[in-house]
């Protein structure tokens, strides 16, 4: 990831430089370790790298009441919601224990439920191995949903993946080849996609959680860094990383 091979690079290199006498090679690693950092930092090449991820599929546009169904959702009766982490603070609401990305996939998923009032969510993500009492990232996920309208009885959890690959395995146990919407962050698609139809299911994409919007003004202050730059930028690099690994082991 970004953050940790920049810091090794920092930290080996000034490790070099202050124990050892290869100076050219100590050098080289801090200019190139900070470089890379100001790079994965930079607002303008994160977005230039995880936009191509986000274009893959586009989004479900809006469905004004009373209008016409796209006849690719009508006949959709399961809205997946893949999961996206959540913490454990028994004084928040279960809306404000989801993470940011976790909480964008609901409301995508909340939206898309109230339009097809015959679908059931199937809220997904795992508790904590260790703590089981904690509740899991699916029943989060099935509380905000509750508190945000929709019907507990419309509900299902699946709480056995740990990961998009056991995911994919755990919801076609429940849907079977039946066609269904999947839920999750844009730039995670294209990876979900791949894993979903490699087991055998019929997902539809509806994207969320969008970080690089094609309608964003451009201002100079998108040539700046930030934390939030370097954070899209893991984004970015995991996702490439983990498509790049289920492609040699032939999941794709």
């Given at each position: 990831m970004p953050l940790p091979l920049c810091l090794t690079l920092l930290v080996v290199g000034l490790g070099l430089l202050l124990f050892t006498r290869r100076g050219k090679l100590a050098r080289g690693l801090v200019i190139f370790g900070t470089l890379l950092l100001m790079l994965f930092s930079n607002k303008f090449v994160s977005h230039a790298l995880v936009r191509p991820l986000e274009a893959v599929y586009p989004a479900i546009p809006e469905l004004p009441a009373g209008a016409p169904l796209p006849a690719l959702l009508s006949g959709c009766?399961?809205?997946?919601?893949?999961?996206?982490?959540?913490?454990?603070?028994?004084?928040?609401?279960?809306?404000?224990?989801?993470?940011?990305?976790?909480?964008?996939?609901?409301?995508?998923?909340?939206?898309?439920?109230?339009?097809?009032?015959?679908?059931?969510?199937?809220?997904?993500?795992?508790?904590?191995?260790?703590?089981?009492?904690?509740?899991?990232?699916?029943?989060?996920?099935?509380?905000?949903?509750?508190?945000?309208?929709?019907?507990?009885?419309?509900?299902?959890m699946t709480e056995d993946g740990h990961d998009t690959e056991e995911e994919a395995l755990a919801i076609k146990r429940l849907v079977g080849s039946a066609p269904f919407i999947v839920v999750t962050s844009a730039w995670h698609m294209p990876r979900t996609m791949a894993l979903f139809h490699y087991v055998g299911l019929s997902p539809i994409p509806c994207p969320a959680d969008f970080s690089a919007r094609r309608?964003?003004?451009?201002?100079?202050?998108?040539?700046?860094?930030?934390?939030?730059?370097?954070?899209?930028?893991?984004?970015?690099?995991?996702?490439?990383?983990?498509?790049?690994?289920?492609?040699?082991?032939?999941?794709?």
């Open positions: 009766r399961f809205v997946v919601l893949l999961g996206g982490g959540s913490g454990n603070d028994p004084d928040l609401s279960a809306t404000n224990q989801l993470s940011s990305s976790a909480l964008a996939r609901l409301t995508e998923a909340t939206r898309i439920l109230h339009a097809l009032p015959q679908a059931r969510l199937i809220a997904s993500g795992p508790g904590d191995r260790n703590r089981p009492e904690v509740p899991s990232n699916a029943e989060f996920y099935v509380r905000a949903a509750v508190s945000l309208g929709i019907d507990r009885d419309r509900t299902t309608g964003d003004t451009q201002k100079w202050t998108a040539f700046l860094w930030d934390t939030g730059s370097l954070e899209r930028s893991t984004w970015a690099v995991r996702e490439r990383i983990g498509y790049l690994w289920i492609w040699l082991r032939g999941r794709t």
